[in-house]
């Protein structure tokens, strides 16, 4: 199978390089920052085409050693695609509010899934 790659040229073109506004920046995202311009952070590119492409190459180890991918896109703008690539790929996905707890609290999640259930089932009957 073919390992999709980025380029900077598509990334542009996306509007990748566009930041958040200056003031909402975590400090810890600083050596992925270019620059600013009109209060907006530029991303690298450069080191984003990098990365995205490894995170491409292992996604596409762990599937194909039988594991699962969760993607997840809380934005109106990538939620149908997302949901459309994950059902296509067999994967599972998260695109509208995420679940406090959804990681770190799965016993008491998955509960609340398994309550939702029987109570969908029975309003059916």
Same mark, same amino acid.
Not at 36 to 54: G, M
Not at 55 to 71: D, N, P, Q, T, W
Not at 99 to 113: E, Q, R, V
């Given at each position: 199978?073919?390992?999709? /790659?980025? +380029?900077?040229? @598509?990334?542009? @073109?996306? &509007?990748?390089?566009?930041?958040?506004?200056? #003031?909402?920046?975590?400090?810890?995202?600083?050596?992925?920052?270019? &620059? @600013?311009?009109? +209060?907006?952070?530029?991303?690298?590119?450069?080191?984003?085409?990098?990365?995205?492409?490894n995170a491409?190459?292992?996604?596409?180890?762990?599937?194909? /050693?039988? &594991?699962?991918?969760?993607?997840? +896109?809380?934005?109106?703008? %990538? /939620?149908?695609?997302? %949901?459309?690539?994950?059902?296509?790929? &067999?994967?599972? #996905?998260?695109?509208?509010?995420?679940?406090?707890?959804?990681?770190?609290?799965?016993?008491?999640?998955?509960? /609340?899934?398994?309550?939702?259930?029987?109570?969908?089932?029975?309003?059916?009957?």
């Amino acid at each position: 199978m073919n390992i999709p /790659s980025a +380029s900077v040229k @598509e990334l542009l @073109e996306a &509007g990748v390089h566009l930041g958040h506004k200056t #003031f909402r920046w975590n400090p810890k995202m600083k050596k992925f920052i270019f &620059g @600013e311009k009109n +209060s907006i952070h530029i991303i690298d590119l450069l080191q984003t085409v990098k990365l995205l492409n490894n995170a491409m190459l292992e996604m596409h180890k762990c599937v194909a /050693s039988g &594991g699962k991918i969760l993607f997840v +896109s809380t934005k109106k703008q %990538a /939620s149908e695609l997302i %949901a459309e690539v994950a059902k296509e790929t &067999g994967q599972f #996905f998260v695109n509208h509010r995420w679940p406090g707890g959804m990681l770190t609290n799965w016993k008491t999640i998955s509960n /609340s899934i398994r309550r939702l259930k029987k109570l969908t089932e029975e309003l059916n009957k």
